[in-house]
């Protein structure tokens, strides 16, 4: 089965750090884009880090140099390590794997997998 799943969610003091990690089964990570989204509820999901299979990162406006992701092709896990936590980075994070392997004729091939996502509260 093709899926990723994340762990390494909890509750942490304001100012704690958590490590995030996502685990791909069933398919190798190394052309894929990793992402951490995070939603909270009522609200829509954002955009926490990619980064992409060339290694290069981005990161949300709010993240302020806070968290670090990162990957690790041959294991085939993804990390977002979170410092500084604030109570407003409270939310369900989400690991994404996404593929866009490109066309032929009028065939797309994308592949994108989502995991089932870990809570993650942080208390003032």
């Known amino acids: 089965q093709l899926k990723v799943v994340e762990s390494g969610g909890g509750s942490v003091q304001q100012g704690g750090s958590l490590r995030l990690s996502c685990t791909a089964s069933?398919?190798?990570?190394?052309?894929?884009?990793m992402k951490w989204y995070r939603q909270v509820l009522g609200k829509e999901r954002e955009s926490v880090a990619v980064?992409?299979?060339?290694?290069?990162?981005t990161y949300g406006d709010f993240v302020q140099g806070r968290f670090i992701i990162s990957r690790d092709n041959a294991k085939g896990t993804a990390h977002l390590e979170m410092n500084n936590l604030k109570p407003e980075d409270t939310a369900i994070y989400y690991c994404?794997?996404?593929?866009?392997?490109?066309?032929?004729?009028?065939?797309?091939?994308?592949?994108?997998?989502w995991g089932q996502g870990t809570q993650v509260t942080v208390s003032s």
């Open positions: 069933g398919f190798k990570i190394n052309s894929y884009d």
């Open positions: 980064i992409r299979s060339s290694g290069a990162t």
């Open positions: 994404n794997a996404y593929l866009d392997a490109g066309s032929v004729g009028t065939m797309t091939f994308k592949y994108d997998y």
